[in-house]
């Protein structure tokens, strides 16, 4: 059994599926800490990445931040336990949904990379109502600073490939599932828990 101090929780999800509320108290009853991709330290050039750059570039900025978050992730696990919202998943399943490419090649392409990196203990799909994330999201977000996942959400067939991609994934490499559609944060944060503690590194 994976000791806690040396479990890594990856949160996976649609935007708007409460992956930073649901991490955040998870990180709390762990007695872990939180982080996510990008970190904050990326924050000034994301808007030009987001906004000036091609899908290409896009692709290897967010990958590259998953690389760092991966070598810090590594040296936390020594002494607490991880909880990173948004990992490889997150670049990779938007990518090919949103430019219409296919996932089964970008995963072969980058499977290299995929390799090196620390790798979760358990990956955390975290799945709600499409009537939900579009409330969460028009709740939740200031219109003049939506990220360009966010506007690509905007688009309802994007938005709903997205989130097949994502359930695909999830049933073939044995995620855990779990729904946040109208539910406490903490309520699921106990519940990943209790689903995960016998699970193995």
Known sequence: MASVRKRFFALEGVDGSGKSTVGKSLAEQAGGIYMKTPGEQYKAVRAHIDNGTPKET????????VMDASAQIGRMLLTQPVICDRYIWSSLIPHAAYHDEDLGELERIWQPFSQRITQPTNTVLLTVSEDEQSARMGRDRDIATLSASDRFCLNADKRRKVRTLYETVANRDGWVVVD???RDPEKVAREILECTMGARV
Do not use: D, N
């Open 180 to 182: 946040t559609t109208q």
């Open 58 to 65: 896009k692709l290897l900025f967010y990958l590259a931040t």
